[in-house]
């Protein structure tokens, strides 16, 4: 009995030996299986720190998760909230942590939310829809600092302005800070907001209205330009749907 344990042992032994002898020169090669296992890395975030202004989202995706399932949490909902998908809203400025628990293991990220600047504010509060006049005209969308300018025109058969999308000018925002109305000493801070060729005033007490005093207006063209803030209910259909995937 013992001889034969004792063979047994000698037979490993030397399998060992010859293994370790032919990996070292190179004879034999680890199996796929095996290569895969020594390569396959521990899952990480795809980051551990952000900085972001509050209202904006960013979404995070955890690397060589393989086929584990992922649970995502947030140390403080009031400042960050996560979604099943990593996705991350900046509610508020603040701090908090986003955890991703990939089987036993904890990933985090610090995340910084910052309040809105006066600016900041002001140029998100131009979000939407503004046009020359009621009935027609010309309008103009904006969003998160990007204008889409639409020229509308006066359709005799069916007695209505009809707007095109054949041909969108897009333009960016840029705000300037102005104390005093333009043309007068009237006390009147606002900004002074510049789109394409056009340049109008935007004020702290009237976020209504887009008013173009002097120089060209709306692209270029002489005259006023002065624009009003509607409700997308009053944009045509192909206008609103247009935008729809910007």
Known sequence: MHEITAKRWARTALIAWLTATLLATGLLALSPSNAYAAAKKAPKLSATSKTVLKGKTFTLKVKNAGKAKVKWTSSNKKVATVSKTGKVTAKKAGKATITAKVGKKK?????????????????????????????????????????????????DSSGTFVASTSNVTKAKIALTRTKTSPGSSEKRPGYRVRVDKSTYYYYDDDHRILENRYGKGYLGYSGSSSMDKLKSSDVPANLRKYVKWL
């Open 107 to 155: 990933l985090t990220c610090k995340v910084t939310v910052k309040g809105l600047t006066k600016a900041q504010k002001a140029k998100r509060s131009l979000n939407g829809w503004w046009h020359t006049w009621s009935s027609g005209g010309h309008y103009m969308y904006i969003k998160d600092g990007k204008a889409y300018l639409f020229l509308a025109h006066f359709d």
